[in-house]
């Protein structure tokens, strides 16, 4: 069959802008594994209308759980106009039956590899319905085409990764089943290497689940990180401030923010979680008191719904977060995403709202969806939003960011303040919003 053309397409939650989007870096994977012949058009929903009428040869979406009801909504005007559909991504992955009343072939999994077999089988015609193998495939043919990302509204924030997947099994979490209990690492010589084509002048993060795959890996990225002189950040286990040689390495090599899953102030909850060794590192305070000693600013993320959280444990930890001063937070109603241990379970309990929420059309960001052991279902939803609300009331980014007794220079000081600025804006633009309206 003819390629001659392909759109790339990332779908947003609804048909509305997003001012906090970063850049899909599974998009500039695909335009890199495209043949030269092939032209790539490149449009990502939370940042900008998609075009009307667009008839490429073949289409591609990257498909997340809160983002597939709009998929599924884009999918069928592409299929209707004749177009060959396919998806990846978490969700097609996980969900592939679904997907696939939506699409003509999924990819399972990574990308690389499965996407060239893709091309070549719809060139003969002989596309199949599945395609898989990506995760077993090393990183050492990483490659990216940025040149997509051109002209569109992204956070200031540059990506790269170093690696996939994440050592630990946390219940509520659908990583360990996309990559199958895998960790794998890039060789660190080809991150410095993108690292160096990319705008020193702004933050850089690592988009690892989790930075801390093994302290030999963690310390070679270390080790060539610190030569650049370049300020940069990621999401880390909690357990890498147990060294205090570790951390102060981290200082040196340039880290100056550190996302953190402190998850829940209750060690029931960190039990039924399989999170235990969160506590393991030391009393979370006394965790961010140390990341702040070092001049490193703390997201510290929080979910709430499960068998031991109650009204007065989530007022607990507003308080905590408002007086340790992190810097960002974000208060997660538990979400149970079909792959993970905690959808199986809830499920198996009779305890599912709904059980497809994502495409249910009642559905609305927020909603509860599933019954919690000690709180009414609209209780809890009600004090998951109050606890983002005041966390980012104008009074509590003054106290945090302004008052802070963590003494930063002008440039964390002015991205911590655009990040709460944005994060409040966003709180109240999702709230409430029909997923795929």
């Known amino acids: 069959m003819k390629l001659e053309r392909i759109t790339l397409i990332r779908p947003n939650m609804g048909n509305y802008r997003s001012n906090d989007a970063l850049l899909p870096l599974a998009m500039a994977i695909l335009a890199a594994r495209t043949p030269d012949d092939v032209r790539v058009s490149f449009y990502d929903d939370r940042v900008e209308s998609l075009p009307d009428g667009d008839t490429p040869d073949l289409v591609a979406l990257s498909v997340e759980t809160f983002t597939a009801g709009r998929a599924y909504e884009i999918a069928q005007g592409y299929r209707d106009r004749g177009v060959t ?83 630990f099994t946390c219940e509520f979490c659908s990583i360990d089943a996309f990559y199958s209990h895998k960790v794998r690492v890039r060789p660190v010589q080809s991150v410095i290497d993108e690292i160096m084509t990319l705008d020193r002048r702004k933050l850089l993060f690592f988009v690892d689940d989790n930075l801390f795959s093994s302290r030999r890996e963690l310390d070679t990225l270390l080790d060539a990180l610190s030569p650049l002189k370049m300020r940069w950040s990621c999401q880390i286990s909690i357990d890498v401030a147990k060294d205090d040689a570790l951390l102060e390495r981290l200082r040196r090599s340039g880290c100056i923010f550190v996302l953190i899953g402190f998850e829940s102030l209750s060690e029931a909850n960190l039990r039924q979680m399989g999170k235990s060794w969160n506590k393991v590192s030391g009393e979370y305070r006394e965790i961010v008191e140390k990341f702040h000693r070092l001049g490193m600013a703390v997201y510290g ?54 059980e497809r929420w994502w495409l249910d059309g009642e559905f609305r960001y927020g909603d509860p969806i599933f019954r919690p052991k000690l709180m009414e279902p609209e209780e809890f939803a009600q004090k998951c939003f109050e606890a983002k609300q005041r966390f980012y009331s104008w009074r509590s980014i003054i106290s945090r960011v302004i008052f802070s007794r963590t003494k930063f220079d002008l440039f964390r000081f002015a991205m911590v303040l655009l990040a709460n600025i944005v994060s409040r804006r966003e709180i109240y633009r999702k709230q409430s919003r029909r997923l795929g309206e």
């Not at 929080?302 to 009204?311: A, E, M, Q, R």
């Not at 810097?327 to 499920?347: A, H, V």
Request: proline share 5%; charged share 30%; aromatic share 10%.
């Open 301 to 354: 993320t929080f979910v709430f719904g499960y068998d031991h959280d109650t009204p007065e444990l989530i007022e607990q930890s507003i308080r905590f977060a408002q007086e340790a001063k992190l810097e960002i937070t974000n208060f997660n109603p538990l979400t149970p995403t079909p792959g993970s241990g905690l959808y199986d379970r809830l499920l198996g309990e009779g305890r599912m709202i709904s």
């Open 85 to 167: 559909v396919v998806m990846g991504g978490y969700h097609p992955t996980l969900m592939g039956e679904e997907a696939l009343e939506y699409a003509d072939a999924i990819i399972i999994g990574d990308a690389e590899g499965s996407w060239e077999r893709l091309l070549e089988d719809f060139r003969a015609d002989r596309l199949e319905r599945r395609y898989s193998g990506g995760n077993d495939n090393p990183l050492d043919d990483y490659r990216m085409d940025r040149s997509i990302f051109a002209g569109k509204k992204y956070a200031p924030v540059e990506l790269v990764q170093y690696s996939r997947g994440c050592r």
